[in-house]
């Protein structure tokens, strides 16, 4: 693979660690894991960042983070946590070998699910078509951590060699 190859995928990487983290910081850590785990004890705020509705008094009322989301999400975290974010978590011998295998593979997967779950947003944000003052920090940087990690998982998929 050519450089400038190379060199798109490790940007698109990086761009999917920040705006993974700005995600992480817009909804807050606690709030993560409820979207992951307990979808049904998201606060109201990140009920409306995933499209949800709420009550008058701000209590959920249409509950916004469906499965996709709650796997996405984890994408999210992992991706922050892994190699290519913190180094918390990195393929080692100590793993066992489907933590070994999602982390060598996340841009591909995260890829995946982005394309076959949030394609329309995906391609308006990669074509230059997003209106960014309609949408708060949490639709934003979840886009655009997909969107970057599209770009990064066709990077990854076409035999881009950077280190995770």
């Known amino acids: 693979m050519a450089s400038w190859q190379k060199q798109i995928g490790t ?5 999917s660690v920040l705006a993974g983290a700005w995600m992480v910081l817009a909804v807050g850590l606690g709030e993560v894991y409820n979207v992951v785990i307990s979808p049904d004890q998201i606060s109201g705020e990140t009920n409306l960042g995933f499209g949800g509705t709420n009550n008058p008094n701000g209590t959920v009322l249409v509950n916004g983070v ?25 393929v080692g011998g100590g793993n066992p070998p489907f933590l070994n295998t999602t982390i060598r593979y996340l841009p591909i997967i995260v890829g995946f699910v982005a394309l076959t779950s ?10 230059g078509n997003r209106t960014w003052s309609l949408y708060g920090d949490i639709q934003n940087s979840y886009m655009l951590y997909l969107a970057s990690s599209v770009v990064a998982g066709i990077s990854s998929f076409f035999g881009n060699s950077m280190k995770r």
């Open 118 to 127: 949030f394609s329309t947003e995906v391609s308006e944000l990669i074509q």
């Open 11 to 15: 940007v698109a990487i990086a761009i």
């Open 66 to 90: 469906d499965f996709i989301d709650r796997i996405a999400v984890l994408t999210v975290a992992l991706t922050v946590l892994g190699s290519a974010g913190f180094g918390v978590i990195t």
